[in-house]
């Protein structure tokens, strides 16, 4: 038992050292990553956001309900939505810096949601997000979110997990070259039984 224990340990201490990775990266993820709260059109709305980096998206009401807005849109060919709506996003001390993005797309539910704008939180504090348009008819046809930037939040976490797996590697690797070695004696000793 004790020789079988001692020839399993370093794949038995990688392997938690890998569950703990995955673990901890998955808490990360979870924890790091802000769903859609949707924003009022023409008010000011209040989220609670992590420190992180976000993004303002739009999407359509209803999936088939593409027309009008895209009919809005063709009259603003330069800029699109951009020229439709002003946003602005602050602490209540200050204003934040936004920067255009149009970057990605999300889909969920049959409704796809396009990015305006993403900005980088510092602080975990409630921020004020203002959407202003002169449009009467873009409210009725199209709603407006604030969502984690996925692929960020994600990246962060496999990070993690990437020091987890750099932490096992070399555990990994003696476990390898261990059952090598015992290969090695399996053949010997085989060889060595055979001989008359």
């Not at 936004?98 to 704008?117: C, F, N, Q, W």
């Not at 409630?126 to 930037?149: C, H, K, P, W």
């Not at 692929?151 to 987890?164: D, N, P």
């Amino acid at each position: 038992m004790f020789a079988f224990s001692r020839q399993f340990a370093p794949l038995i201490l990688a392997g938690c050292i890998l569950f703990a990775g995955f673990l901890t990266s998955a808490y990360a993820f979870f924890t790091n990553f802000h769903d859609r709260d949707y924003v009022a059109l023409n008010a000011k709305t209040i989220v609670h956001l992590q420190p992180g980096e976000y993004k303002i998206f739009y999407e359509y009401n209803e999936a088939t309900n593409k027309s009008g807005p895209l009919a809005l849109m063709s009259n603003h060919q330069n800029g699109g939505m951009l020229d439709l709506v002003t946003v602005m996003v602050d602490d209540g001390r200050s204003s934040l810096d936004l920067a255009e993005d149009t970057s990605d797309v999300y889909i969920a539910k049959r409704m796809k949601g396009e990015p305006i704008y993403r900005f980088s939180v510092e602080q975990k504090e409630a921020y004020g997000i203002t959407l202003i348009s002169n449009e009467a008819d873009l409210q009725g046809q199209v709603r407006f979110a604030v969502m984690s930037d996925f692929i960020r939040v994600l990246v962060s976490a496999l990070k993690k997990w990437g020091l987890f797996f750099a932490a096992a590697a070399p555990l990994l690797l003696a476990d390898f070259i261990l059952h090598i070695r015992l290969e090695r004696r399996k053949i010997v000793k085989t060889r060595l039984s055979i001989q008359p």
